[in-house]
């Protein structure tokens, strides 16, 4: 079980992206992080991972402090090597089973890097963080230039991983991608878990937020397109 | 047309501005000192008949190098309308400078070749377009996975290495031929270090900073040392007297290539693409090739080994 207690992060002083943020995410589950942009989404993955320093809180893994050794993150953006190919990035990780991977992808694992696509860049990111085989996997908007095939397959690989006993936590701006694997989804406002929702939840979840969108936004609209 | 391009202008202005800001004062003192001297020497220079045209040239070149290669002409198409004057007057901007030395100076033939080159380059409709092949030769198999600097570096320099390193073997028997081709491959070597990683590559190594950065070198050094091996050892057979010379430039290049790895990651970054510092670089070179100063090379190298263990123990250090 990871507890996150406190959790504070902030760019500068007397300003803080993620404040006081508790959750607890339960072992072998799926969970979603959502929220509006600047929410604090990204934040909150590089300073649990470690990327960035916390002002104070803790993030537990079973009680110990949990570490990069337990973790496999993708971040939003990805950077890679120029000149070398997808073959020899994911052999860093892992040499095992590489070409079926990149199979089940469509990687086109001896070309450069350089040469990829966007969307290619990202599902070979996704399969360094797949093939690292940690307990831990964060995601940070992993469906973001996705095809609609690769999407679903990347469904099915971290229902797969749930199954190994991993536990996920990752980010989306789509509510369907979320909804449709997660057993939790954890919404941010302002730095801080706004409410938790679990599977049985979803359906409510989704009517919530969107009246709540349309409350706010309605007039607002009307106002200015009649203008 | 004139709302859009004052639109487009005064984004311009603005961002000049800010990077005049974020420069500082001193920073941007030695700028002005620079461009100040590079103008007078400009200034000096075109009035000899033999230097006009070539300067006029090279400010056509620049102009054509920065129309070519600039990014932002989709973005120009869509928005201004018509864009080759936009580019036009972007130009002339660039120009300005030369143009008045060339009007102090009474230049008109040269003006002219100036006016037509202006006007004749936002015409060209050109985006070089480098298709990079992904040269998978059974070299990069015998390279371990864990030096993908060398995987990258061998794929991008494969013929330059392959013909300095065959030229050397070839022409043994003259004394310089071996030293030489050593000393090229060497510099060679030193560019593979200058692309950095992402975070998630060091990660990989799942070592702390001080032994992963130890590890680095030393593989590298066995690498480059069983690369060099065939080279040293055939000099060595055609020229025993001056056996010491592979030696010490053997010596002298690892040091600059220690150098190469302790400043990439002193510089080292996590938010994005990371490139060793040229200015380093340089100096870091011109300190090794002098035999005298190499070993004052390698106690800077020291000095930006424990900046770069200080610089990734944030990323590193649960690896401790």
């Not at chain 1, 973001?144 to 936590?169: P, Q, Y």
């Not at chain 2, 936002?122 to 600097?149: A, C, G, H, V």
């Not at chain 2, 031929?177 to 998630?200: H, N, Q, Y």
Request: proline share 3%; net charge positive.
């Amino acid at each position: 079980m990871i507890t996150i207690k406190e959790f504070t992060v902030g760019y500068q002083k007397g300003f803080n992206v993620i404040e006081s943020l508790n959750l607890t995410i339960n072992d072998n589950t799926i969970n979603g992080i959502a929220g509006r942009n600047g929410s604090g989404k990204t934040t909150f993955f590089n300073a649990v991972f470690g990327l960035i320093k916390k002002e104070k809180g803790e993030v537990l893994l079973n009680g110990q402090k949990l570490t990069k050794k337990e973790i496999a993150y993708l971040p939003a953006e990805n950077y890679f090597y120029s000149f070398i190919t997808g073959r020899e990035y994911l052999s860093l990780f892992d040499d095992y089973e590489i070409d079926k991977w990149g199979c089940l992808f469509k990687l086109p694992l001896d070309v450069i890097v350089d040469d990829y696509s966007t969307g290619m860049k990202k599902k070979l990111a996704l399969l360094s963080v797949v093939k690292q085989n940690k307990q831990i996997i964060m995601l940070d908007e992993p469906f973001n230039g996705l095809d609609i095939e690769s999407c679903h397959i990347l469904k099915l690989v971290l229902l797969r991983l749930k199954e190994a006993g991993k536990t996920i936590i990752l980010s989306s701006h789509i509510m369907e991608s979320l909804t449709n694997i997660c057993d939790y989804i954890h919404y941010l406002e302002s730095g801080k878990v706004k409410f938790s929702r679990n599977k049985n939840q979803f359906n409510e979840l989704e009517k919530d937020l969107f009246s709540m969108i349309e409350s706010e936004n309605t007039d607002i609209i009307k106002k200015l397109i009649d203008y | 047309m004139i709302f859009q391009f004052g639109n487009i202008l005064r984004l311009r202005c603005k961002r000049f501005l800010r990077f005049l800001y974020f420069l500082g004062i001193f920073r941007l003192l030695v700028v002005f000192g620079l461009t100040m001297l590079l103008l007078s020497v400009i200034y000096v220079l075109i009035s000899t008949e033999k230097n006009v045209y070539l300067i006029a040239s090279l400010q056509l070149l620049v102009c054509l190098m920065i129309h070519i290669k600039r990014k932002d002409k989709n973005f120009l198409r869509i928005h201004i309308s018509p864009f080759k004057i936009s580019c036009l007057i972007e130009y002339l901007v660039i120009s300005l400078p030369l143009i008045i030395c060339l009007l102090i100076h009474g230049r008109w033939l040269v003006l002219l070749y100036m006016a037509v080159g202006i006007l004749f380059i936002p015409t060209i409709n050109l985006t070089i377009r480098i298709r990079r092949k992904s040269f998978n030769t059974s070299m990069q198999k015998l390279i371990p996975s864990d030096l993908y600097e060398w995987k990258a570096g061998v794929r991008k320099n494969l013929f330059i290495l392959l013909a300095v390193y065959g030229l050397g073997i070839c022409l043994v028997c003259f004394t310089v031929a071996i030293p030489v081709a050593i000393f090229i491959t060497g510099l060679v070597v030193a560019d593979f270090f200058i692309p950095g990683e992402s975070w998630p590559m060091l990660l990989s190594f799942e070592k702390a900073p001080e032994k992963m950065l130890l590890y680095k070198i030393r593989r590298h050094f066995l690498l480059y040392a069983i690369c060099n091996l065939p080279l040293i050892v055939l000099f060595i057979l055609f020229h025993q007297d001056l056996w010491y010379i592979p030696f010490i430039e053997f010596l002298s290049l690892s040091s600059i290539h220690i150098y190469m790895i302790t400043v990439k990651f002193a510089c080292f970054r996590i938010d994005g693409n990371n490139h060793v510092n040229y200015a380093l670089y340089l100096t870091g070179i011109f300190i090794g090739l002098i035999p005298v100063t190499t070993p004052f090379l390698l106690l800077i190298s020291v000095y930006f080994f424990q900046k770069a263990c200080t610089n990734l123990k944030p990323l590193l250090y649960d690896y401790n």
